[in-house]
């Protein structure tokens, strides 16, 4: 760290590489229409030249002033500049900033931070210039908000503690940093309530071909595509911080610059039963948003379905439960049968279709053939894996097998469904899919997956397999 000279003023600060301060409101900043600030840091001298050398004499050489500057430097050094961040405020200012000719409104999130140097530096900086400089104002500044095309102009200046309270600051509680989770609540539900729409209005149109071939190498129907590019230009209307993977557009990545989650999208699963029931049948719009780029299962924030021929919302929210949202009602929680026992009353659901070309997997086949030979029910999947899931975590089914095939995205979706309603998905070693890294497991392979709404039940359906 060392003194440098910006338009006429002498400014030092600590950069911050990497900083994921103020992570709680992201959300809820981008919603509003914040800018993240990339290039953060805390001001540690922010004053201009002629204030700082006030007192030295207008015909002091120049090497007097390069002394002093090696002094500040030397003085700054000697510093560890340990800080800590405490409270989030949230700042506006009306005013003429780098243009005196422009009024503009600006506004800013930005965290307080306790730095117990500054103190000790700022009084042996006024000794040594012989001054009474303020102590500058430490803090991050987290989002910015102006009206400027140029994003860079947005911050507010914030030298002094008296400036900080004529900025209308308004502290954000701890109730308040954690919205992350209502805002990306609100997001998941209006993007699947806007696939719903696009179902509605594309009624017959939707069962046509379009001439594209999908990321999994099939023909892509009208409505697949249509609810995938609802969903992604909602997003981009946002400007939200999301990379999308999906089936028919693949890997999304122009959705914003620096995106930090990742959503895992198939437009409509269950194509085969919409071709021949569309609007009566069952099929639906899985949508989950992940907490990073490169998520492992458990790192979902929130899963939805949208069951268009019922306009039936099911989602999850993590650590807070799964809802279903009929035509606009409020929210429901939904939860597993509960079951923990197998016995011969389980609803028990395979998806056959698995067994064959190009899937053919075996273990599929073998468990189906142990679970007969014991004397259960197997009941055959209809052709919507976002059905079987949505009835798991409503307790109408209780074991749900199926493989991992064509990037996974109906086991993202449903993991975190059927998490908060109470169910488990594990492998056939009953380990849970959480900590398996969701771009690296079966993705090359078709591996089997067991669904089940206790881990109680999936763990005594393990045993029987092994015998």
């Known amino acids: 760290m060392e003194i440098k000279f910006y338009e006429n003023n002498l400014y030092t600060g600590l950069d911050l590489e990497n900083d994921n301060t103020g992570s709680s409101i992201e959300a809820t900043a981008i919603l509003e229409g914040f800018k993240k600030q990339n290039k953060r840091h805390i001001t540690i001298l922010y004053y201009p030249a002629d204030k700082i050398f006030e007192n030295i ?54 965290n307080l931070v306790e730095m117990p140097d500054i103190e000790i530096f700022y009084k042996k900086l006024n000794l040594l210039l012989k001054s009474n400089l303020p102590v500058q104002f430490t803090h991050i500044t987290l989002f910015t908000k102006g009206e400027r095309k140029d994003a860079s102009f947005y911050g507010i200046p914030i030298p002094y503690v008296e400036e900080f309270n004529n900025l209308n600051p308004r502290k954000i509680s701890k109730l308040e940093s954690n919205e992350r989770f209502k805002e990306i609540k609100k997001i998941l539900i209006g993007s699947l309530k806007e696939s719903y729409q696009t179902h509605e209005q594309l009624a017959e149109k939707g069962e046509k071909y379009t001439h594209t071939i999908n990321s999994s190498g099939d023909r892509t129907l009208v409505i697949d595509y249509e609810i995938e590019e609802t969903i992604i230009n909602f997003f981009k209307k946002l400007n939200f911080p999301i990379k999308i993977i999906s089936e028919e ?219």
């Open 57 to 110: 004499p207008n015909n002091s050489p120049v090497e007097v002033k390069e002394k002093i500057i090696k002094e500040i430097n030397e003085l700054l050094k000697s510093f560890e500049w340990k800080f800590k961040p405490t409270e989030i405020y949230k700042i506006e200012k009306q005013g003429y900033f780098r243009d005196s000719s422009i009024l503009e409104h600006r506004e800013s999130y930005i």
């Open 249 to 467: 557009h693949g890997e999304v990545n122009n959705i914003n610059r620096n995106p930090k989650y990742l959503g895992v999208l198939d437009g409509l699963d269950g194509s085969r039963v919409y071709k021949t029931e569309r609007g009566i049948g069952r099929y639906g719009t899985m949508f989950g948003i992940f907490d990073t780029l490169n998520p492992k299962y458990n790192d979902y924030l929130a899963s939805g379905i949208m069951e268009h021929s019922t306009n039936k919302l099911y989602f999850s929210i993590k650590n807070n439960g799964s809802f279903v949202i009929e035509k606009d009602k409020e929210p429901v929680q939904i939860k597993s049968s509960g079951q923990t026992k197998l016995s011969k009353s389980n609803k028990i659901w395979i998806d056959e279709e698995l067994m064959k070309e190009p899937f053919n997997n075996k273990d599929l086949e073998k468990t189906r053939d142990i679970l007969k030979s014991h004397g259960f029910e197997i009941n055959i999947s209809k052709g919507s894996s976002a059905i079987d899931y949505v009835d798991l975590a409503i307790g109408e089914k209780d074991i749900v097998l199926e493989c991992t095939r064509k990037n996974n995205l109906e086991i993202a979706v449903a993991y975190g469904l059927v998490k908060e309603s109470g169910g488990v998905i594990v492998d056939l070693n009953g380990d849970d899919l959480g900590d398996k890294k969701y771009k690296e497991f079966g993705q090359k392979d078709h591996v089997m997956v067991i669904t089940a709404s206790t881990p109680e039940l999936v763990s005594e359906m393990i045993n029987l397999l092994k015998k």
